[in-house]
RNA sequence: GGCCUUAUCGUCUAACGGUUAGGACGGAGCCCUCUCAAGGCUCAAAUACGGGUUCGAUUCCCGUUAAGGCUACCA
């Protein structure tokens, strides 16, 4: 058996979607689970399209997500240039061999005319194809308007009553009547390929076994098996996945939301995470797991565990994903991914082990490195406000004598230990008759500005003394 | 409009003819507890509809409905 392989073959737009990163991934598991070759190309004959930096920044994010690819540019491995836009010549010189043949003809249809018929279809409610009048164009005629630089396109000449079937690893097997389709343009009037040519050319001459691609190109797909018979090649085995759905069922958008992996990045979700839950956005490994490595899903993953319905991109269940993972990382990981947002909010000389600190408190508490930061941020900066409502709650006119009290016990500490701390608050809260929380909550409440937080003499202990003190004494001015 | 695809809790999904239709996210409640989380337990929540086939349909077939995709000299 040949050696598989697949491609992820986007279009460089200035962003990776993440239906995008889906495909990838998919394509990419296809590939590592059958020690085959991942290969990236791309697809930017779309001049119109083409976007500065795009493609540096596909590859960029493909590699943050940890997507790593066989061949693909900058990684030559024998079937490249894998950038379509460098292979103008090929495309030529197929369309040459299609003519030649009389599988395709050349049109000289103008915009207006192309928009005459469509609305011409509309009214009639029947495929029109008045393009088709240049194929009965004379040899000569053709030849005299091509010489004279007239604007022409190459279309692919569909043949009539014949039923193209194929069958798709996801959906079976799947007709078409040649009679719906219609001729398409294969060569752009701008000299380029259309991506039904390009794609082809590009599968054929790359050694693709296996396109793994999206539902939306179901209906292309019989253009493109008879293109392969126009040329004598053996086509390759197609998937199409099941599309990403906005919250309405509509293909995956923007303006509902976040379409691109780098929103996801900056917002400081985990590659890991963001990889995991897309994974399982139309694939599921038979049993109840959820949480996936990369590893893992290589060794898992299969085609024929992939579904066939739209799948809604899910922003709780991608939150919740994330926590997961979140947990799973070792404090120091966390360290590092956390530092580009202390240095964003301007604090600096946090020693590591401080923050080391803060992240041990703060872990089951937090969704993203990011929050550590701004949840956390009584760890940094005294508190400048007092949340109204906790104030309200639990500072009551007799809270400030005993706040004093306690205040005294704890300035007395010779160390300051979680425990220490526990022993000399509760030893004060007995003396006072009362229960300890009546304590703890306005002591939190000058110590964080908050109501809610770590455990409050672990997060006092971590402060440090001089810290707690200051803080303590600055509430009581501040709540009377 | 035409062609194609899809259809299990709100969402992601399991069950490849026989299950009290399972899990997860989210929601509700309880426990734990100094708060918030985390964790544990519990609850509510689904086979779109109508016909077949079968001893038996979530599962197979047909139709209806609904949703989506495609219908560009975009990919």
């Excluded at 493609?55 to 491995?77: H, Q, Y």
């Excluded at 088709?132 to 630089?149: C, I, S, T």
């Excluded at 893992?296 to 799948?311: H, M, N, P, Q």
């Amino acid at each position: 058996m040949s050696t598989v392989r697949v491609r992820f073959a986007p279009s460089p737009t200035g962003y990776l979607h993440v239906g995008g990163l889906r495909t990838a991934l998919y394509n990419y598991l296809f590939a590592r689970r059958n020690k085959g070759v991942f290969v990236l190309r791309i697809e930017d004959t779309d001049r119109s399209r083409y976007v500065e930096g795009a493609v540096e920044n596909l590859i960029r994010t493909l590699r943050w997500a940890g997507l790593e690819f066989d061949e693909g540019p900058g990684k030559e491995g024998g079937a490249g240039p894998y950038i379509q836009s460098e292979r103008i010549a090929t495309y030529r010189t197929h369309v040459e061999m299609l003519l030649a043949s009389g599988k395709a003809y050349y049109a000289f249809d103008t915009p207006e005319d192309l928009e005459g018929m469509r609305k011409k279809q509309e009214k009639l409610q029947v495929a029109v194809r008045d393009y088709r009048r240049a194929m009965d164009m004379p040899a000569e005629e053709v030849q005299r308007k091509l010489a004279a630089g007239t604007p022409a396109v190459v279309r692919m000449k569909m043949p009539s009553g014949e039923t193209i079937a194929f069958e798709d690893i996801v959906r079976g097997v799947v007709e078409f009547s040649s009679d719906g389709l219609d001729d398409q343009v294969l060569l752009k009037s701008d000299g380029y390929p259309t991506y039904h040519l390009a794609n082809v050319v590009d599968d054929h001459q790359m050694g693709i076994t296996h396109v793994i691609r999206g539902e939306e190109w179901l209906p292309s797909t019989p253009k493109h098996l008879l293109l392969y018979r126009y040329f004598g090649w053996e086509p390759p085995r197609f998937a199409h996945l099941p599309l990403l759905l906005n919250p309405d069922r509509s293909k995956l958008s923007k303006r509902q939301g976040d379409v691109a992996v780098e929103e996801y990045r900056n917002k400081g979700f985990f590659p890991e995470a963001l990889v995991n839950f897309v994974a399982l956005l139309g694939w599921n490994p038979g049993d109840e797991r959820e949480i996936f490595t990369l590893e893992e899903l290589e060794k898992e993953f299969t085609l024929d565990r992939v579904g066939k319905s739209g799948a809604v991109f899910n922003a709780d269940k991608l939150n919740w994903m994330n926590t997961e993972h979140l947990r799973h990382k070792p404090d120091a990981e966390l360290l590092e991914l956390t530092r580009p947002f202390l240095a964003g909010s301007g604090i600096t000389d946090v020693p590591d082990s401080y923050m080391l600190d803060v992240i041990r408190l703060l872990k089951e508490r937090v969704e993203r490195p990011g929050e550590f930061v701004t949840t956390g941020i009584y760890f940094f900066r005294d508190p400048e406000s007092y949340d109204e409502q906790a104030k309200k709650k639990h500072w009551k006119p007799e809270t400030a004598s005993r706040v004093r009290q306690v205040l005294s016990a704890i300035g007395d500490l010779a160390s300051f230990s979680p425990g220490d701390i526990e022993s000399a608050v509760r030893t004060t809260a007995t003396a006072l008759g009362i229960g300890a929380g009546t304590l703890i909550h306005p002591l939190r409440l000058t110590v964080t500005g908050v109501a809610l937080g770590p455990g409050l003499f672990e997060l006092m202990a971590v402060l440090g003394k001089e810290t707690s003190l200051r803080r303590i004494e600055k509430g009581l001015s501040a709540l009377g």
